[in-house]
């Protein structure tokens, strides 16, 4: 049954609730089928009862009742990032988990898949904070998780990357900023100062043969006279 009440800011809580959980269940047979792309339209109409920032309350309610809207708005948008997360679409996975974390930002299933979607992306700086706090939390929970293996070798490779990113900028700021050798400009001026000191054999032969030339005229000068 696709029929469903248009306006939610008018239902009660375990209204919201009713038609939340009847998207959700949908979802989820759709979801075991692989068929994600219509267990994410399910899910996504789900996300329509329970969020209360996309459809604010309008009627009276206790904290009680608030509390199991937003416990199911959570269940909903990690399967949200999940099927996103499947399909590839890493930012809109981001985008589930970031409203996920603002009302449970220990939320594992969110830090797993936050950081899974940023690894894909390759961006490794920002994939390992939510990594390691993933593995934080689970080592203070008794609770085993399959995941802890993935979620290690996913650090690692990050770190390994980032460690050859620096090393490989470093180099590339190295050679940009080398000083340059000197030594062209000390062989050109060794040319000009020989170039320079090739004249002196000239000048000399030609002292020679002026001094030369004016006894000859001095001699017959003193003859003739």
């Known amino acids: 049954d696709w029929q469903s009440p248009s306006d939610v800011q008018k239902l009660s809580i375990n209204e919201r609730l009713y038609w939340g959980d009847k998207k959700r269940q949908m979802g989820n047979f759709h979801y075991r089928r692989q068929d994600y792309l219509t267990s994410l339209q399910c899910y996504n109409g789900a996300i329509r009862f329970l ?30 990032a999940q099927v996103n997360l499947l399909l590839k679409k890493y930012d809109a996975c981001l985008n589930a988990v970031e409203n996920v974390l603002k009302h449970d930002s220990k939320n594992v299933k969110a830090l797993f898949r936050q950081g899974k979607a940023f690894f894909q992306l390759g961006l490794y700086d920002k994939a390992i904070q939510p990594l390691k706090l993933f593995l934080q939390i689970q080592r203070e929970s008794s609770n085993s998780n399959a995941d802890k293996e993935k979620v290690n070798e996913m650090i690692l490779i990050c770190e390994n990357k980032l460690a050859n990113y620096k090393k490989n900028e470093k180099e590339i700021y190295q050679r940009m900023f080398k000083p ?45 006279s």
Do not use: C
Not at 180 to 202: E, L, V
């Open 51 to 80: 969020d209360t920032d996309m459809n604010p309350i309008l009627i009276s309610f206790n904290e009680n009742q608030k509390s199991l809207l937003n416990d199911a708005f959570i269940q909903v948008e990690n399967n949200v």
């Open 180 to 224: 340059k050798t000197n030594k062209p400009q000390t062989n050109n001026t060794n040319q000009i100062d020989n170039t320079n000191n090739s004249w002196w054999p000239y000048i000399a032969l030609g002292s020679a043969v002026f001094a030369t030339l004016a006894i000859v005229t001095f001699i017959k000068h003193r003859k003739t």
